[in-house]
């Protein structure tokens, strides 16, 4: 009976390790993709609404300023609640958003994370990218079958 109790606890706790382990590496996953598809960088970009946002870890978010124009913001340091954060701001100098000057922030305000550098996303090709993987992914689980 302990034996069963101490196997079913092991697997209980594989399980958990994997399933914390899982988001990180999907987000890193899409850190890799948005930088696949993002330009060079620019010093700022115009900033008047935060449409959608995506966190790529606790170092890298993508924003959305509107459907089809994304950035790619890279923070100087890690932004430890980023990751988990229900919402974020961003600080803006009349309506423009800087590098090494502006802050991504996340519920505790009192700890900003600098945007290093901030580079332009292809949107169009993000979502190419994301539609050729959803393919190849279904594909492989049709030959598993």
């Known amino acids: 009976m302990q034996l069963r109790t101490i196997v079913a606890c092991a697997c209980g706790l594989l399980l958990a390790a994997c399933a914390s382990t899982a988001p990180r590496d999907r987000m890193a996953e899409r850190l890799e993709e948005y930088r696949a598809v993002a330009g060079e960088p620019v010093p700022n970009f115009r900033y008047f609404q935060l449409w959608s946002w995506e966190p ?8 959305y300023t509107r459907p089809g124009e994304a950035w790619l913001l890279d923070l100087s340091g890690p932004c430890h609640d980023l990751p988990y954060t229900p919402v974020i701001g961003i600080s803006s100098s009349l309506q423009r958003v ?11 305000r009192e700890i900003p994370c600098r945007i290093e550098t901030i580079r332009p996303v292809d949107v169009k090709k993000l979502r190419a990218a994301a539609k050729e993987r959803r393919e190849v992914e279904a594909v492989e689980r049709a030959g598993e079958s």
Request: hydrophobic letters at 40%; charged letters at 20%.
């Open 56 to 63: 790529l870890g606790n170092e890298a978010v993508a924003i």
């Open 98 to 108: 800087y590098a090494r000057f502006d802050n991504v922030y996340t519920g505790r």
